[in-house]
């Protein structure tokens, strides 16, 4: 399946991120900050177990 993830800030950074884990085609619609940081550094979930 393809999706479309429009917004990749905190919620549809996580999931998207969770979608691709998932094994789903994602694309990340994103402009101004987020844009240049996915460019640069890619997404990256990282997820604490402090509860």
Do not use: P
């Amino acid at each position: 399946m393809k999706i479309a993830i429009v917004g990749a800030g905190a919620i549809g950074g996580y999931a998207g991120v969770k979608l691709a884990l998932a094994g789903e085609r994602v694309t990340f619609l994103a402009r101004g900050a987020n844009l240049e940081a996915i460019r640069s550094r890619g997404i990256k979930l990282i997820l604490s177990d402090d509860t």
